[in-house]
């Protein structure tokens, strides 16, 4: 019997140990911290993961995300300096470094993002108002960036918060503007088109001018070749009949006017009205040969 | 391993007694597959331990030795096997994670490995060499149905010289062979991340040029520059992410106006067709015009050596009747008169009329007379007319 009791008292004993060790251990993973808290107060902030104890029943342990964290606001339209409008949305990444203030301020992920979000559009509404729309698309994207990172870390400091990173993921025309924006573009390249088509008609017809030219240069060249041949070919044989015509021009006129007769009176084409008194017909009437006038062609 | 176990206990297949003991030994109290692995615990030594802490624990139960031998020898069974459900594997593709309550202890590699068992030790496999692809822009069916953020949002970008661009791209990534202990730990949705960063990069890049090199030569290096940028931001959250590629997939004016920009390429056809006809056209008339240069200069070179040739035959030839002339000026002159003449009077039409009869009216029917005849050629006009070929001497 006595045996049998202290086996009881044994179990009572074994099973009441195992009971407060199972609600004294508890663990932190790697990727969270630990408060543990004493009828509300904070008593311990735990920030390497492991395992740990508490006393059971008396303390509470509150986990926090230790990863970081993500915040995407939807896309809003924002002012830029210059008053052109611009749609931004942006994403933001942060991590809880201070978990006790983080649990002082903002209990919760959740109202962290609420209030996170509201600081982020703020600041996006600040940092853009200040800046031309060029600088937001093109120059200085960056910049704006790490303006708008240190500035919502400045205001997420007292809240136990880090802010890793704050981006700009879009950035861009409203609607209205993007329909005039694809007409502007249109329009550019139309006139694009037309300008190329233009300097193809110009080029053609430079082309076709150039070409043209060169033939009237080519023939007027050859032309003004071949009268200056046909002028020194000419010269030649002046020169050359006068040289031979030049000996007797009494008879050179006579020996060429023969060759004119002969040349110049061919059949059927002419009709002579003569008058037998012409000096060819000298012996017709008279056989001592009198001399008569020349016989006159008709027409 | 059974392996090892055959080779180590019963002797291998080439029948040679063992000389030494299996590398690992064979401890049957280690249980199951403990004779491979890369580098167990020292179980005994584990066991030992255990054996002792459970002594320590229950004085009174090890003093009362109440069911003797055999309880202890079944707790220890247990534990046992317990101990022995901390073998695990990882596949080639994955690395292991050791976790030990809740603490990121180490790193292991393909094989068979240890960890303390739950709910003492935990292992997270992450697969390290598969590499994920992410389009962006792209109009899946099934993002559609999703009811996804409108892809066209995501590839509608505006250029430096506030153009819209239409871009999709896909990013190669992969978890950071070296680091994948920072993807598992370091970010909450590291995926949502990695595409959140690639639209952010992408978007910057695109901004900061024009739209014609954005179509056109610049694709290769924004691709470059995204991939490089992304992994600066990736690497400044210690993501542990690798990006191995960013590729355009298509980089097009918005739908709204690619007709306008399609006329563009077709105006730069027609110019080079303008271009080429107006070449043709060069190409055709040039050489003719060439040629028929050269066809003129000939004909006149032709005329210069006919007409000298002429000429001078001419000439010689009244040189020769010159000379006979001399000799008999008066006889010759009316030989060659009436010859002259015998052969003109031989072929024309004649008429003699003597004006001493008188009476007759010359009729002339002037319309038989088609073709005016040439007139008379007087001598004082033969050198200038002598120039004209169908005049020259025959």
Do not use: C, H
Not at chain 1, 31 to 54: A, D, H, M, W
Not at chain 1, 143 to 151: C, D, I, N
Not at chain 1, 194 to 203: N, S, V
Not at chain 1, 206 to 223: H, K, P, S, Y
């Amino acid at each position: 019997m006595n045996s049998a009791l202290v086996k009881i008292v044994g179990g009572v004993i074994v099973a009441a140990a195992a009971i407060i060790l199972f609600g004294a251990a508890f663990t932190v993973s790697q990727t969270q911290y630990g408060l543990v808290l004493r009828f509300g107060e904070t008593v311990r902030t735990i920030s390497n993961p492991g395992l740990y104890f508490k006393w059971p029943l008396i303390d509470a342990v509150l986990t926090f995300d230790k990863r970081i964290l993500d915040l995407d606001r939807p896309a809003q339209e924002v002012i830029a300096s210059d008053q052109k409008r611009i749609v931004v949305d942006t994403f933001t990444r942060y991590r809880v470094d201070n978990p006790l203030l983080f649990y002082q301020t903002m209990q919760s992920i959740e109202g962290a993002n609420r209030r996170l979000a509201s600081i982020v559009d703020s600041t996006l509404r600040g940092v853009i108002g200040d800046a031309t729309f060029t600088t937001v698309v093109k120059t200085d994207r960056d910049g704006l960036m790490q303006k708008m990172r240190s500035e919502v870390n400045q205001q997420a400091k007292g809240f136990g918060i880090e802010i890793v990173d704050v981006r700009i993921r879009r950035a861009d025309l409203p609607e209205a503007n993007q329909k005039a924006v694809f007409q502007r573009m249109q329009t550019e390249r139309q006139r694009e088109a037309a300008d190329i088509r233009a300097q193809g008609q110009e080029q053609s017809l430079g082309i076709r001018a150039r070409a043209d030219r060169e033939v009237a240069t080519i023939r007027g060249e050859a032309n003004q070749k071949s009268e200056e041949l046909r002028g020194a070919a000419d010269a030649e044989r002046n020169a050359i009949f006068a040289a031979a015509f030049g000996k007797d021009p009494d008879f050179f006129t006579f020996y060429r006017s023969m060759q004119a007769y002969e040349t110049g009176l061919k059949a059927g084409d002419t009709r002579m009205v003569l008058s037998p008194d012409s000096d060819f017909f000298r012996y017709f009437s008279d056989p001592a040969g009198r001399r008569a006038s020349s016989p006159t062609p008709a027409n | 391993m059974p392996w090892s176990n055959q080779s180590g206990g019963g002797g291998g297949p080439w029948g040679g007694p063992p000389k030494n003991p299996g590398p690992w030994g064979s401890g049957p109290q280690g249980g199951g597959p403990s004779g491979g692995g890369q580098r167990p615990p020292d179980l005994e030594d584990i066991l030992r331990r255990s054996q002792d802490t459970i002594k320590n624990l229950f004085p009174g139960a090890g003093g009362g030795r109440v069911g003797g031998k055999g309880a202890a020898l079944v707790a220890l069974g247990i534990v046992a096997i317990w101990l022995a459900t901390g073998f695990y594997t990882v596949r080639p593709n994955e690395v292991g994670l050791n976790l030990v309550f809740g603490r990121y202890v180490g790193t292991t590699l393909p094989g068979l490995n240890y960890n303390w068992p739950a709910p003492i030790g935990s292992v997270i496999k992450p697969t390290v060499t598969e590499v994920k692809t992410m389009e962006i822009g792209v109009r899946s069916m099934a993002d559609q149905r999703r009811g996804a953020r409108s892809p066209v949002d995501e590839a509608l970008m505006l250029t430096g010289d506030e153009n819209i661009v239409d871009i999709d791209f896909a990013v190669q990534w992969q978890i950071s062979p070296t680091a994948p202990q920072d993807y598992v730990f370091n970010l909450r949705g590291p995926e949502a991340t990695v595409k959140a960063v690639a639209e952010s990069v992408m978007r910057e890049v695109i901004g900061k040029r024009n739209i014609q090199p954005i179509l056109t030569t610049d694709r290769q290096i924004i691709e470059t520059e995204v991939r490089t940028r992304m992994q600066d931001v990736l690497d400044r959250y210690k993501a542990g992410v690798v990006i191995r590629l960013v590729q355009l997939l298509r980089a097009d004016p918005p739908a709204e106006v690619i007709d306008a920009f399609r006329d563009v390429q077709a105006a730069r056809q027609d110019q080079d067709r303008a271009k080429n006809e107006a070449d043709t056209y060069a190409s055709s008339i040039v050489p003719v015009a060439r040629g028929d240069a050269q066809r003129v200069v000939q004909e006149a070179e032709a005329y210069r050596s006919q007409n000298v040739a002429e000429a001078k035959g001419a000439a010689s030839r009244f040189d020769q009747i010159y000379a006979e002339y001399k000799n008999a000026p008066q006889v010759t002159r009316e030989r060659m008169f009436l010859e002259t003449m015998e052969r003109v009077f031989g072929r024309v039409d004649k008429i003699i009329i003597d004006p001493k009869n008188g009476g007759v009216v010359p009729y002339l029917p002037l319309n038989e007379l088609s073709r005016p005849s040439s007139p008379p050629q007087r001598p004082g006009q033969l050198g200038s007319n002598a120039a004209r070929p169908q005049d020259a001497p025959r």
